[in-house]
């Protein structure tokens, strides 16, 4: 039972944030219950979808981009978002199951997502204290320090939300997926 009440519907969420769900919900064709739960504060979920909004037109791609939310949910044992992400990996990044998996394990099939899934694993891992070589490793493979900066960012937007569903215990609406730690 989730420890943070999630309105049930758009309309049973705060005013101010109605608006804002109805635009996810015209987006995904739902309104996820992260999303309502978030919507309880009107400025954290304006700020959460400002961000996602603003990471969305970065240079990173969206399925790199998947494969960062799946390693960092994996790290944080967070059923939710490996759940949500591997949905969404699947149908709207087009992930496989062997590339989600790897991504889930800190890399990738993809050589080039490789380097960015690793340097985001440990970013998260690591608390951000990284060495010069991690910044090397993730620059010889092809990324920029625009493009760094973006990892970093979806390393913390991920935190966040894999924190805000831990601590809520929000209740999964996509198909459940575990994290292998907590099995």
């Known amino acids: 039972m989730p420890r ?13 944030s109605q608006a804002m769900l109805k635009a996810v919900e015209k987006q995904l064709g739902i309104a996820p219950n992260l999303f309502r739960l978030v919507s309880n504060s ?25 494969r960062i939310a799946l390693a960092v949910a994996e790290i944080n044992e967070c059923t939710y978002c490996l759940s949500a992400h591997t ?48 910044l090397d490793a993730v620059r010889r493979a092809g990324y920029d320090d625009g493009q760094i900066i973006e990892i970093v960012q979806h390393v913390a937007l991920n935190v966040w939300t894999n924190y805000i569903n831990k601590v809520a215990d929000t209740e999964i609406d996509f198909p459940v997926v575990q994290s292998r730690q907590a099995a």
């Open 4 to 16: 943070i009440p999630t309105p049930q519907t758009i309309a049973a969420a705060p005013d101010a």
């Open 42 to 66: 009107p400025a954290a979920l304006e700020g959460y979808l400002g961000m996602s909004a603003a990471l969305s037109k970065g240079r990173l791609p969206a399925p790199t981009r998947e």
């Open 87 to 134: 949905y969404l990996g699947k149908n709207l990044a087009g992930l496989d199951d062997p590339e989600m998996i790897a991504n889930r394990e800190g890399s990738s099939n993809d050589s080039k997502a490789a380097a960015a899934v690793q340097f985001a694993a440990k970013v998260a891992r690591e608390r951000g204290h990284i060495g010069q070589a991690d």
